[in-house]
């Protein structure tokens, strides 16, 4: 498909699902589809000319920015003061469907929180959306045939939503838990661990229009003082100072029917969604498969030379010996992930540098101030104060 071809389909399938979703005919026939399983491998990203890898900066959706920013203006906090704050201008933001940096989302979310005085921003945020507001992934789960089905698909297009959000499904026996990550820049920060399990959830009820309630909730921060909103929108058992943002779900519940499914709608935007996912494009090197693993597994401790082997397939001695076919080591991989992800959060602010440390994956903090004056010649302290 060409790029012009590309923008005139996708407003259409926006008008097709809304006619679905309000009851009105579509007037056009799709091909069918089975809902997608989960996702656990990146397609490989396009290379440029002469082979080398296009890098490109981690985006995510226009739209996201655009709720927060709806979210804040309802509070009075001046528009054009948080994109200041985040550095991104309206033309960035006239198009929902394009993509913008996420270092500029992350800014946001902070500014956000910064101007509105509710610490429980986003939950409240992510209790009003609506599927349609996710655009295409949000019409892919609306229209399928079951809850499960639209988690499915949830876990196969999260990075049309956000390159750094990974949604993973864990069945136990008479029940799932749905997991979701980001990166660490946000993977502790409440008002945006708040808004990404609320917004979850709240798309489960509107899809199945019935009032699902967890068995459990995961939350990565200390328990608030006040829990009181928390506990009338999940109805469950909260844990707050968890490894995950998670909640745990009765298979019966992700067996619920999808008031608007449509199969035939439902195979025309997979097609739809499948190709902008081919238009991401994914890791091509073995390098950049290790550092996505150990990323989503850092603040847990990171998977070890074995355990990453174990998820590629191959063996530690295979895996030692493709990297250094790279010109790399398993070692410098994670030593360079660390120091690239300590920057930003030491810089933020946000976090003290224990939690910094937990964050990269070290169980002693005297281990990463030691790693970062090796990185840099000075504490994590004295790059925080020369930062601020």
Not at 91 to 120: F, G, M, T
Not at 294 to 301: P, Q, R, Y
Request: charged content about 25%; aromatic content about 6%.
């Amino acid at each position: 498909m060409r790029r012009g071809d590309e923008q005139s389909a996708l407003p259409c399938s926006g008008a097709l699902a809304d006619a679905r979703l309000s009851g009105r005919p579509s007037g056009r026939g799709c091909p069918d589809s089975t809902a997608p399983g989960l996702h656990t491998v990146r397609a490989p990203r396009p290379l440029e000319s002469g082979g080398r890898r296009r890098v490109k900066e981690p985006s995510g959706l226009a739209r996201v920015a655009l709720m927060h920013l709806a979210h804040a203006a309802r509070w009075g906090v001046p528009r054009a003061e948080l994109l200041r704050e985040a550095r991104l201008d309206e033309e960035q933001l006239r198009d929902p469907d394009a993509r913008v940096p996420r270092a500029a989302l992350v800014r946001l979310w902070h500014a956000v929180a910064s101007h509105v005085p509710d610490p429980a921003l986003g939950l409240h945020l992510g209790t009003a959306v609506r599927a349609r507001e996710f655009g295409l992934v949000g019409y892919t789960m609306a229209l399928s045939q079951t809850v499960a089905a639209a988690l499915q698909r949830l876990t196969r297009y999260d990075r049309l939503l956000s390159d750094a959000l990974v949604v993973e499904l864990e069945a136990e026996a008479e029940a799932t838990w749905v997991r979701l990550d980001v990166e660490p820049a946000l993977r502790a920060f409440r008002p945006a661990a708040d808004f990404r399990l609320a917004a979850v959830l709240a798309l489960c009820r509107e899809i199945a229009a019935a009032p699902i309630a967890p068995l459990t909730v995961q939350l990565p921060y200390r328990r608030p003082e006040d829990v009181r909103a928390y506990e009338r929108f999940y109805r469950a058992p909260l844990e707050f100072g968890a490894l995950a943002t998670a909640f745990l779900l009765r298979n019966d519940d992700l067996a619920r029917p999808v008031v608007s499914s449509d199969a035939t709608l439902t195979g025309y935007l997979d097609h739809l969604a499948e190709q902008r996912l081919a238009a991401l494009g994914g890791e091509d090197t073995l390098h950049d498969q290790v550092r996505q693993l150990l990323w989503s597994e850092l603040s847990a401790g990171g998977p070890g030379l074995d355990g990453v082997g174990r998820m590629l397939g191959m063996s530690p001695r295979t895996l030692q010996r493709r990297l250094r076919e790279e010109g790399t080591t398993f070692s410098a991989v994670l030593t360079q992930l660390r120091h690239d992800l300590a920057l930003p959060l030491l810089g933020d602010g946000q976090l003290a540098v224990a939690e910094v440390a937990f964050l990269l994956g070290y169980e002693d903090p005297s281990a990463f101030h030691r790693a970062f004056r090796r990185w840099s010649g000075r504490s994590p302290r004295a790059f925080r104060r020369a930062s601020g």
